[in-house]
């Protein structure tokens, strides 16, 4: 019943059928952020695409310029020279088939995953285990490399991983509410950037329908498109 009251409370003063222009909604969802906690902003997408298909598929990585104050364990696949870079970059876990055999086991204690090219054919076998959490190393994204540690310094300083879910929705966090306004803007703007770089050549009509804006434990505000969009 108190976390019922508590978010009735939050909700006072949002009309749920009006876009906000984004330096309101991120005011006001700060103003709501009242949880003991250092809540985590987050932002939802609404895209005209249907994942079903693979040429509608969005799927990228972007740098946030204010990070996601966030603590990111990074575990990587490397052997010899790469694993010492990765544990010099600040990587919590490095190891090889020891590694591989505690993810199998299922002790997975870490949310980015990043591997060496010859790591692969080890990694390759867990895809079971680390694709449904999306985990599993891709090139594309920039965590198959030979660079680990910039990989590492990279996924610890702020990159976050975006990837469409069914229905067209798009979803991460942007930050926390301790976070000033400004900084929370640019980083909402940046990742809408990234998703609109990312269009897939299958979308077709309005591709960036509804942007919305919301903390851990408070209510969504939508944000009028227009304010994030350049």
């Avoid at 949002?14 to 006001?28: E, F, N, W």
């Avoid at 204690?109 to 449904?132: E, N, S």
């Avoid at 090139?139 to 300083?157: E, Q, S």
């Avoid at 798009?170 to 980083?187: D, H, I, M, R, W």
């Amino acid at each position: 019943m108190a976390i019922a009251k508590r978010l009735r409370k939050a909700a006072e003063g949002i009309d749920p059928a009006k876009s906000y222009p984004l330096t309101d909604a991120v005011k006001m969802i700060r103003e709501r952020a009242t949880a003991k906690f250092d809540e985590t902003i987050e932002v939802a997408l609404n895209l005209g695409v249907d994942p079903r298909h693979a040429d509608q598929m969005v799927r990228g990585v972007v740098t946030l310029p204010n990070g996601t104050g966030k603590t990111v364990r990074v575990a990587v696949f490397a052997k010899g020279d790469k694993a010492e870079q990765a544990k010099a970059a600040g990587a919590d876990i490095v190891g090889a088939d020891d590694l591989a055999a505690e993810v199998q086991a299922g002790n997975i204690a870490f949310d980015r995953c990043i591997a060496t090219p010859d790591m692969m054919v080890v990694v390759g076998k867990l895809g079971k285990v680390l694709g449904p959490r999306g985990l599993m190393p891709n090139p594309k994204l920039g965590t198959v490399t030979g660079d680990v540690a910039g990989a590492v310094k990279a996924a610890k300083g702020g990159q976050v991983e975006f990837r469409v879910e069914k229905a067209g929705v798009l979803q991460a966090g942007v930050g926390k509410a301790s976070f000033t306004p400004e900084a929370l803007e640019e980083n909402i703007k940046a990742f809408v950037d990234a998703v609109s770089r990312a269009k897939p050549t299958g979308a077709k009509g309005t591709y960036l329908k509804k942007v919305a804006v919301s903390s851990t434990m408070g209510p969504g505000i939508k944000v009028e498109v227009s304010s994030v969009v350049g």
